[in-house]
């Protein structure tokens, strides 16, 4: 099938997949390009792919349509040229008690997001906790970050004080990232469970969060007193992995 119109309405369905409302109404989401096709062909997500007709299928999915490069650059959010865009089926959340924990309290940049993803799957933090208020998993610019890391990853949202209350009563040590009356990170013991939390880009952690943790630390530095939130929590996650 080729479409070459951008009154199509699958086209105008598709575009709608750029804005979070829409997202949420269909549990569909937009990836670019093929690495990120192929990791989520791996997971089974994929419900369609966008081909342009000046590229090569290289997928050999069922579900492909071939459009021309005026309707898949309207379809697509990257400011280059792409070749290639997946339709995908929303991941379902999941809760498990790994060893490592990564706990994000309204975390707002996407770019910050998709490396904190990233970073947890690479140290061996393979549960993520979100609160109700951090940003769209699936905005592009944190799929883009996380470079497929979503995909291989359990997440879920929920209320943090509960979750962390949950965690304690099964024998978690609950770390806030935090610069307020904290040990360094380096002084801080090793435990074999753990979870570590992240604040907000401005605001930090939310007092009411931060005071049900068991211990706070902050990363020893010789001239800042602060890191952007994906790198402070990436040296976290670093010192502490479990890989």
């Not at 192929?38 to 994929?46: F, P």
């Not at 939310?206 to 402070?232: T, Y």
Request: charged content about 25%; hydrophobic content about 40%; proline content about 0%.
């Amino acid at each position: 099938m080729k479409i070459e119109s951008l009154k199509n309405e699958r086209v105008k369905n598709w575009i709608k997949l750029h804005q979070k409302k829409y997202r949420d109404e269909t549990n569909l989401f937009l990836i670019e390009e093929d690495h990120l096709i192929n990791e989520a062909l791996k997971k089974g997500i994929v419900n369609t792919i966008i081909i342009c007709d000046d590229s090569k299928d290289i997928f050999n999915f069922e579900n492909t349509v071939i459009v021309n490069r005026s309707v898949i650059n309207k379809i697509s959010t990257n400011v280059s040229n792409v070749r290639y865009i997946a339709v995908c089926n929303k991941l379902k959340e999941n809760f498990v008690l790994s060893n490592r924990i990564l706990i994000l309290d309204q975390i707002q940049d996407p770019k910050n997001m998709g490396t904190l993803i990233r970073s947890a799957l690479s140290f061996g933090f393979n549960q993520i906790i979100l609160s109700e208020n951090c940003v769209d998993l699936y905005n592009d610019k944190t799929l883009r970050g996380a470079q497929g890391s979503l995909f291989h990853i359990n997440f879920i949202k929920d209320d943090l004080i509960n979750k962390i209350s949950y965690l304690k009563e099964n024998n978690y040590k609950v770390i806030a990232l935090t610069l307020n009356n904290s040990i360094y990170l380096n002084d801080l013991k090793k435990h074999k469970n753990m979870a570590f939390v992240l604040g907000n880009e401005g605001n930090g952690i939310r007092k009411e969060v931060e005071d049900v943790c068991d211990e706070r630390v902050k990363i020893e530095m010789k001239s800042f007193d602060s890191l952007n939130v994906s790198i402070a929590g990436s040296i976290a996650m670093y010192v502490f992995n479990n890989v």
